[in-house]
């Protein structure tokens, strides 16, 4: 194996292996030795290894310059490159042997929460599993009546615009009849029962007349593309349609329209609306709209009976 030495003044030379005291090594350092330069005097030289050229090369010692340096430390300065690793070398050391913190544990955003609402249900002169929120008027009423309703349906909201409102001044507001709204989404009606989640959640923050109304006037707008929020929305402020949103996404109501659901089904309902009186221990069922003077003058017979 030949070297390539670097001299003052000379260019690369073959150097015999055999001239090397100890074995050339590949890390960055060096081997301090003796050569003779061109006057025949034995110098102290280094011998580095060049990454980028990828041979050995020769420099003239640090002993010429610094003649007052002790042999130990020179000795010591020449030998510990090879001794130790590279700083790359020490720093994957480092890496890999320094503790390991934790990883941070990702916390998946959290969907609001629904606000605490109550789904209790009471009961009124003999009829069961009345959601308050749903219902109007004195619990005390001699009338109790029930309404099947669905939202996309248009003789539910016939009925709504044109009967419900009237019986709701002249009988519920003066105490004669508690009026229980039904909520009954028929199959046939893609986007009815959503509108009920809706209806029935506003109705649980106090806001269930003003979205009954909207939703049935704006019937053949949201009928076609299923937006029943924005036609909520528009009746609500900002914070009131959140909690809305919030109720509606948790499903808390959805068993309180499924009850009311059950409950027409046992009547049963065949078609809505339905509306069912109850006085005096009887019941009148009547499916179908009614007009106001009608049903003024069948509430008037069912109020003052005794």
């Known amino acids: 194996m ?27 350092g060096y081997l301090t030795i003796r050569w003779p330069d061109s006057r025949g005097r034995n110098r102290p030289f280094n011998l580095c290894y060049s990454e980028q050229d990828h041979h050995f090369l020769l420099e003239e010692s640090v002993t010429r310059r610094l003649p007052n340096v002790p042999a130990a430390l020179l000795t010591l300065a020449a030998l510990g490159p090879l001794l130790l690793a590279t700083p790359s070398a020490l720093r994957a050391q480092t890496a890999a042997t320094a503790p390991q913190k934790p990883a941070a544990k990702k916390t998946a955003a959290k969907a609001p929460e629904a606000p605490a609402i109550s789904t209790a249900t009471i009961s009124v002169r003999g009829v069961n599993d009345i959601d308050p929120t ?17 939202f996309q349906c248009p003789a539910c909201k016939q009925l709504f615009l044109t009967t419900t409102q009237k019986v709701m001044d002249n009988y519920v ?15 046939m009606h893609a986007y009815s029962r959503v509108a009920a989640s ?23 707008k949201w009928e076609t593309n299923g937006d029943v929020k924005s036609i909520v929305a528009g009746v609500l402020s900002p914070a009131e349609m959140k ?8 499903k808390t109501l959805e068993p309180l329209i499924e009850k009311d659901k059950q409950i027409g ?19 009148y069922p009547y499916a179908g709209t009614l007009q106001y003077d009608v ?9 003052g009976q005794k």
């Open 295 to 303: 049903l003024k003058s069948f509430l008037d017979q069912l109020v």
């Open 134 to 150: 749903k219902a109007f008027g004195a619990k005390s009423a001699p009338v109790v009546m029930e309404i099947f309703s669905d």
């Open 2 to 28: 030949f070297l390539s030495s670097h001299l003052p003044g000379q260019h690369h030379l073959p150097l015999p292996a055999t001239n090397i005291f100890g074995s050339p090594t590949k890390r960055q």
């Open 173 to 187: 507001n003066s105490g004669k009849v508690y009026l229980v709204h039904r909520d009954f989404p028929l199959p």
């Open 265 to 283: 089904q046992t009547l049963p309902v065949s078609q809505t609306p339905t509306t069912v009186f109850h006085a005096n221990g009887q019941t």
């Open 243 to 250: 909690r809305v949103e919030a109720i509606v996404e948790a």
């Open 198 to 220: 809706y209806s029935r959640a506003a109705a649980h923050i106090g806001k269930c007349e003003p979205v009954e109304m909207a939703l049935f006037q704006n019937q053949e």
